[in-house]
């Protein structure tokens, strides 16, 4: 299994996601090549993005921090997530979803924006829906923006049923606006692009949710009535090849949630009948007794639940150009996916049997150049093996993916104990 896939979301919500680029990855690669994460960042001498690193979108996914883009000339440009550089320069950011439009600095401090004029109420629903046609778009606005505030805790709602063969990938959360507003969950059968479903819980908030399918498809025509727990839902056949199937309902609380797959209709109002509060035993805090040498935790892209917790580790060179090595460390008591593209050799972690999934060491890093030159070099996808073992005794499942060889993440593996 390779990072690629904390891209998948990274052009949803586009209008508030990338710098002096709308088009989408395929438009780019038409003429020439995109490439993610190649660029560290850095302000006043300081790195404030690192190269193999990403960052958490609107939407709670984890998405590339950087894109360079290398034309048929052979040109290269980077591009930067439009907060980020808000964030790194001091400007203001904001997005006016009525006139889809972002605002970037000089503008008066914003009251939290109303719902677009084109929205709807729906009958017996609090979330309003706006369906726009010029753009394909589909999005849900809480009505009373300016009663929404930051919530203590990350929701805990996700399904309890899902078709057979999907496991969990991870979890993302929304780091924007309201905290604590909203978590992502996806669960993958294999690595193919149809096995994906992600589901997302959104509590009430003061920005409008959704995305932009397509300029000219009629997102109304494709919208069918559903219903799920009793409540009126919307389901949607964005797309005719039944590529991306999706559901949104919401509860008698305010959550409106929103369930995306290839799934078809009767599947996925059965996976959102399934959808419960769970209340998780809180996982323990555990930690790595042995690491290679130069490794420490990004307090920043990691992230703890009860049910799942999630890190990224480090090493950094100094120096032009600066090496980045990255590997990422996930548990949680749900079964975990592992890659399903090769078959895993057999190990033993502290005697129990795991699995094995090497990387290819020899691989070429990723590499990010100005005018020629190498600015940064970073752990590529192929190079990290992947390593899934389980606690006999906790039952908790568990998932390395390293740039290491197969000793050296077993020797980390076994060296797993409470912080």
Known sequence: ????????????????????????????????????????????????????????????????????FTDAAGGKTNYLPIRAVSELLGVEIGYDSATKTILLGGQPAAEPAEPASTAETVSGRQWQRELDPTNGGIYYAWPRPKETRDYNALPTIRPTWLPEGYLLLGAGVGREGVRNDSVTWTYVKD??????????????????????????????????????????????????????????????????????????????????????????TPLPALTFGWIPEGFTLDTEGGLTMPAIVEETWAKKTQGPPTSTDMFYWTYSREALFGPKSTKPESVKVNGVQAQYWPGDLDAQSNTASVSGTVTAVSTSADQLGTLLWTDPETKINFRLEAPFDRDTMIRMAESVSPK
Do not use: H
């Open 1 to 68: 299994m390779k990072r690629s896939r904390l891209a998948a979301s990274f052009f949803s919500g586009a209008a508030t996601a990338l710098l002096a680029v709308s088009c989408l990855t395929t438009a780019l690669a038409a003429s020439g090549k995109v490439s993610y994460n190649f660029a560290n960042v850095a302000l006043g001498g300081e790195t404030k993005i690192t190269a193999g690193a990403d960052i958490t979108a609107a939407n709670g996914q984890k998405v590339p921090g950087t894109i360079l």
């Open 191 to 280: 690595e193919t692009s149809g096995s994906k479903i992600t589901f997302t819980c959104y509590r009430p908030t003061n920005r409008s949710r959704g995305y932009n399918f397509g300029v000219g498809l009629e997102t109304a025509a494709l919208r069918r009535d559903a219903v799920v727990q009793g409540r009126s839902a919307d389901f949607y056949r964005v797309y005719e090849d039944g590529s991306r199937n999706i559901l949104v309902w919401e509860d008698t609380a305010g959550n409106l949630f929103w369930l995306q797959g290839t799934q078809d209709q009767a599947t996925c109002e059965r996976i959102a009948e399934s959808v419960r509060d769970v209340k998780d």
